[in-house]
């Protein structure tokens, strides 16, 4: 890269930068030249050259230079003449500036050389010969001797030069440098006839003007810009709001100082740096871009950097400042003018915003936990209605907009001193409207029971899969009552643990993170707080807490329901608009033909309406239900918005007009419009309801999803899930907790009167089996004499019996002055029957009392007593029906659930009923018969034999089962072998089908075997299956091979294909 040596300052004619490589260019005012150039002036051209050490450097016609680096230390340059008749000018110092000609040279002539100025203070003018401001002036040099040029001395006084007048300039004072006096040798010249010349007309003398004081002028100028151009304006653009200005200051005696908006570009006549921009008035910045000396154009920028507090409500009006242009000439002289600068307000702009909703399905599971306590039936200020019954008809609401949305699944839990969970299973949304109609209100509060209840209802079976789970806790009152304390407190007591502290909280928190469940906190009214409902409100899908909801107007619960509705279509009303560069806010609404008015003052309002909204001061909302039955929340601050559709199910166009304001006044207004479309949904899957009859004796049973979808049906095709397949049926083998390995005495003999000798629990696993069904325990026990308020002439046991058992106590050995009873838990006391036994009627706890009640006339003494006990429990039923549900599901997301109820047969055989019956039996050699209809027989792991009876039957194998298995009434193109669990636990695919199943044929005429061999290696099979009097291969028309076989290849395909085509075969393989 060339580096620069200097500037043109002046040039006359023709002046030429010569580069090594022999191109020129024309050299102008401002040009750069470079080192390594040469610089070349033609027969009237002339140069000034500002180098970049300061010094100023000047170039006569027909000459040139090279430019070399050493010109910066002050070297002298070496010049070459192009004329040679033409004189030279020697290498000069600078004199004093008042003499106005100098001696010539005796130099041997040629062309001008160069003059090399320093620089002093200001701009130093050279006058010997060459008048290089402008070089407008053609000197005329006498012809000297050579060693003028060469600085060696004068041969005499050259001619007078006439020197034309030069326009007045500021004068700077060289410094004065006196140069050495060198004698120059005096040599005779040749004498010489002298050539005969024509004769010399004399220089004509040019008038000479005298001195003029001239004024100094500077032009105007004028920006307009405008704060739309401003980020977050109305049309943003960082390149506009900069623009750029000039102006002319005009000083004929040379400028002494200028300044433009506190910004010196010169001072005493020095041009100063002026790179840094200044602020101006009005908070904006101004920069000066450029000084030219020789034409006196400045420029300018000027940035707008904010906004201007233009007047309220005038539209795009104009605010502007005038910037100071002061210039003061060499004498003194003063011009000034000014830079009008105009600022044009911005205005907010709305604009219609159209938007299509099509809601997608959107599912949830919603555990509402509702306060019944005693204040609920407080009046609520609305139609003679309680806040209970107002609290019914929001939740009845805001069911029915989930509902809208997709399928929903509802458990209902109510709090009061205790919680209730009003179901053990997920219920629709029908069945839990019926239960929140049917809620009364009584008792304290006790926050701590309502979470309880909410983890434990939240668990139960029923709840759909992939949908959203929501709480809704909703409170009237403060928590008054803990698990630490049972007497209502007229004000919470944290200290009795009344509330959620730190570590409940922490419980409750990490419960919903872990499922994902999203609590909302609802206060009614003006008694309860924050503080107690905040702990409760979290976001358990993205793990932060939230804020609780005070709605201190009950009749307003409805609306703020309808805003927390969680699928709703977001967007703002900004779209498309802004607010400006001003900033806004949404002044006012428009819908159903009701106005509403934003007050932004203090807390915020909002006016206007038939009452129907709900404004939030805190979070600066506005909530509307419109008629259509949508729900509308918009952020009167920001403009963001969002909309929930009501339950229509035809087309509707919501119409919402808005009006922006931004904060010097200005409106704009436009129009909303929600066109909300129903739901083009795939039809829902359908589930049917299952009867499983098994032999599995577990507290859980899982039934295999295939065999709970065997009778479901799918509209599109679909694939289809299930959920639960594991049901909590506590089934137990009855007397499995009488554990004791031997018979036990029960010491209960203490002789203290104290309560700790009164009371005695009895243990399941205390009690002996001693023959089938029965386990006996014996009591050794003292009662102390009677002396009325005592506590040892009585002991009471208690014992945990199920329905069904018999307990009958051997009284033999005791004495007729012992009173017997029983109770069941607190119920009354009842006399044992004649053979001294009772049977309970429930799962309970059950206690004895004895009593010591001496006749009269015995003595009233202590005595000691045995008891036998022994419970029968072969009326027990330990595993009673269990009835639940489950919840089919398609890859759209659409769902149905059914009834699945399962019932225990012991034994190795399995019954059906006359309907659809699912049979599961346990591992084993079991022997399953469906009986009448449509049945699913899963025989597992064992040798088995199965019979479908009437219907379309349908034979399961599942994953890892093993075995020789007979169906004794299978029916080709009726019923159905389901091997797809089997192969695809295999890890077989439709194109290896025929590697994993071998169909062997046996015996002929009426008693056919056809057996399919389920394995890779035909020889040792993992599963075998033999059909009973079917011949697969007549059926589909192959012939045997030695042994029965099928041979494998094309017949083994046919007969494999064909059952796939009449569905006698379900693989189930990709």
């Not at 070496?78 to 008749?85: I, M, R, S």
């Given at each position: 890269m060339a580096n620069v040596i200097g500037t043109v300052l002046r040039v006359a004619s023709d002046v030429f930068a010569v580069a090594d490589d022999g191109s020129r260019r024309n050299l102008s005012v401002g040009d750069r030249v470079f080192v390594g150039e040469q610089v070349q002036a033609g027969p009237e051209g002339g140069i000034a050259i500002r180098l970049e050490s300061g010094r100023e450097l000047t170039l006569g016609r027909d000459s040139r230079v090279l430019l070399e680096g050493s010109l910066l230390e002050g070297q002298a340059p070496?010049?070459?003449?192009?004329?040679?008749?033409t004189p030279t000018l020697g290498v000069v110092t600078i004199s004093d500036p008042e003499s106005v000609s100098e001696p010539a040279s005796d130099a041997d002539g040629g062309g001008h050389t160069v003059v090399m100025l320093s620089e002093a203070g200001g701009e130093v003018l050279p006058v010997i010969g060459f008048a290089t401001e402008g070089l407008v002036m053609t000197p005329i040099f006498p012809e000297v001797p050579d060693d003028f040029a060469r600085g060696r001395g004068f041969g005499g006084t050259p001619p007078e030069q006439v020197t034309p007048p030069l326009p007045e300039l500021p004068i700077v004072e060289p410094p004065v440098i006196e140069p050495p006096v060198i004698e120059p040798p005096i040599t005779e010249p040749p004498v010489t006839e002298p050539p005969v010349q024509p004769p010399i007309e004399p220089p004509v003398e040019p008038p000479v003007e005298p001195p003029a004081d001239h004024c100094v002028s500077v032009s105007g100028s004028q920006l307009t810009l405008n704060e739309a151009n401003l980020c977050g304006g109305s049309d943003p653009d960082p390149a506009a709001l900069t623009q750029h200005g000039s102006f002319i200051v005009t000083a004929v005696d040379g400028l002494q100082s200028l300044v433009v908006g506190g910004i010196e570009i010169i001072r005493a006549g020095v041009v100063m740096d002026f790179s840094q921009p200044a602020p101006t008035a009005l908070g904006n910045s101004l920069s000066i871009t450029?000084?030219?000396?020789?034409?006196?154009?400045?420029?300018?920028?000027?940035?707008?950097?904010?906004?201007?507090a233009h007047p309220d409500g005038e539209g795009?009006?104009?605010?502007?400042?005038?910037?100071?242009?002061?210039?003061?000439?060499?004498?003194?002289?003063?011009?000034?003018?000014?830079?009008?600068?105009?600022?044009?307000d911005d205005q907010p702009q709305a604009s219609d915003i159209e938007l299509t909703i099509t809601p997608a399905p959107l599912d949830s599971n919603l555990l509402l936990v509702i306060d019944n306590s005693e204040s609920m039936n407080g009046a609520s200020g609305v139609d003679g209605l309680s806040r209970l019954d107002l609290a019914k008809q929001a939740i009845n609401q805001l069911l029915d907009q989930y509902a809208a949305m997709g399928d929903v699944r509802v458990q209902v839990v109510t709090f009061n001193s205790q919680a209730d969970v009003l179901s053990p299973v997920w219920v629709d949304v029908a069945t839990a409207l019926a239960m929140v109609d049917s809620l009364e209100a009584g008792n304290g509060t006790d926050y701590d029971a309502a979470l309880a209840g909410a983890q434990s209802a939240f668990l139960g079976a029923g709840s759909l899969s992939g949908a959203q789970n929501l709480v809704y806790f909703l409170s009237d009152g403060n928590p008054t009552l803990s698990p630490g304390h049972s007497d209502p407190n007229g004000q919470p007591d944290p200290g009795q643990g009344d509330g959620i502290d730190a570590a409940e909280q922490a419980a409750w928190t990490a419960f919903l993170d872990s499922h994902g469940i999203k609590s909302f906190a609802i206060g009614v009214g003006r008694e309860v707080e924050h503080s107690y409902l905040d702990p409760i409100a979290h976001d358990g899908q993205t793990g932060t807490d939230t804020r609780s909801v005070i709605v201190l107007?009950?009749?307003?619960?409805?609306?703020?329901l309808s805003g927390m509705v969680q699928g709703s279509t977001e967007g703002s009303l900004l779209t498309g608009g802004t607010f400006g560069a001003d900033g806004g806010f949404v002044r006012g609404l428009m819908v159903d033909g009701q106005a509403y008015t934003y007050d932004r003052s203090g807390q915020g309002s909002v006016s206007g309406g038939l009452g129907q909204a709900?404004?939030?001061?805190?979070?600066?909302?506005?909530?509307?239900?419109?008629?259509?039955?949508?729900?509308?929340?918009?952020?009167?601050?920001?403009?963001?918005?969002s909309y929930t559709p009501g339950s229509a199910q035809t087309p509707a166009t919501e119409s919402i007009g808005y009006l922006l304001s931004d904060h010097d006044g200005d409106l704009s207004a436009a129009t909303l419009s929600i066109n909300v479309q129903p739901s083009a949904s795939t039809p829902a899957p359908q589930a049917f309801a299952d009867h499983i009859i098994t032999s599995i004796l577990a507290p859980s049973i899982e039934v295999p999803a295939a065999a709970l979808l065997a009778n479901d049906h799918s509209p599109g095709g679909d694939p289809l899930s299930a959920s639960?397949?594991?049901?909590?049926?506590?089934?137990?083998?009855?007397?499995a907790d009488f554990s004791s390995a031997r018979l036990n005495t029960i010491q209960f003999g203490g002789q203290a009167d104290v309560s700790e000798?009164?009371?005695?629990?009895?243990?399941?696993?205390?009690?002996?089996?001693t023959h089938a069904a029965t386990a006996t325990l014996l009591l050794s026990g003292y009662l102390g004499a009677w002396q009325g308020d005592t506590f040892n002439h009585q002991d009471l046991y208690s014992v945990e019996l199920k329905a069904g058992e018999a307990l009958t106590i051997d009284t033999r050995q005791l004495s007729d002055q012992v009173g017997l009873a029983w109770q069941m838990d607190d119920g009354e006391f009842h006399s044992l029957a004649a053979d001294g036994s009772f049977t309970a009627s429930e799962d309970n706890v059950y206690r004895l009392i004895l009593i010591h009640q001496p006749d009269p006339g015995v003595a009233n003494e202590g005595l000691d007593y045995q008891l036998g006990l022994s419970i029968d429990y072969r009326q027990t039923n330990t595993t009673p029906d269990y009835q639940g549900s489950y919840t089919v599901e398609d890859a759209h997301g659409g769902r149905d659930s059914a009834a699945v109820s399962i019932d225990f047969q012991h034994g190795p055989s399995l019954i059906g009923t006359q309907g659809d019956d699912v049979l599961l039996a346990a591992s084993g050699n079991d022997r399953l018969s469906g009986g009448n209809g449509n049945d699913v027989l899963i025989g597992g792991p064992g040798d088995d034999v199965l019979t479908g009876g009437e219907g379309q039957d349908r034979f399961m194998w599942l994953a890892g089962d093993t075995g020789h298995d007979r169906v004794t009434d299978f029916s080709v193109g009726v019923d159905t072998l389901d091997l797809s669990q089997l192969l695809q636990g295999m890890g077989a695919r439709a194109e290896t089908l025929e590697d994993f199943l071998h169909v062997r044929v046996n015996g002929v005429g009426t008693q056919p075997v056809s057996t399919i061999e389920v394995g890779l290696d035909a020889g040792h099979p993992s599963q075998s299956i033999e059909l009973a009097g079917v011949d697969l291969a007549a059926q589909f028309g192959v012939a045997p091979g030695a042994g029965g076989w099928i041979a494998g290849g094309p017949d083994t395909a046919t007969i494999i294909n064909g059952m796939l085509g009449d569905h006698s075969l379900k693989a189930d393989v990709v």
């Open positions: 070496h010049v070459e003449t192009l004329d040679p008749l450029g000084y030219d000396p020789v034409s006196g154009q400045v420029s300018y920028s000027y940035t707008l950097l904010n906004p201007l795009a009006n104009a605010l502007g400042e005038r910037i100071e242009v002061v210039a003061v000439d060499s004498d003194g002289d003063i011009g000034t003018a000014q830079l009008a600068i105009s600022i044009v107007e009950p009749r307003e619960l409805s609306a703020v709900l404004f939030d001061s805190a979070a600066r909302t506005l909530t509307l239900t419109t008629q259509a039955g949508g729900t509308l929340v918009v952020n009167m601050e920001s403009g963001a918005f639960p397949t594991v049901f909590q049926t506590g089934w137990t083998d009855a007397g000798n009164r009371v005695k629990d009895l243990q399941r696993s205390d009690f002996h089996i």
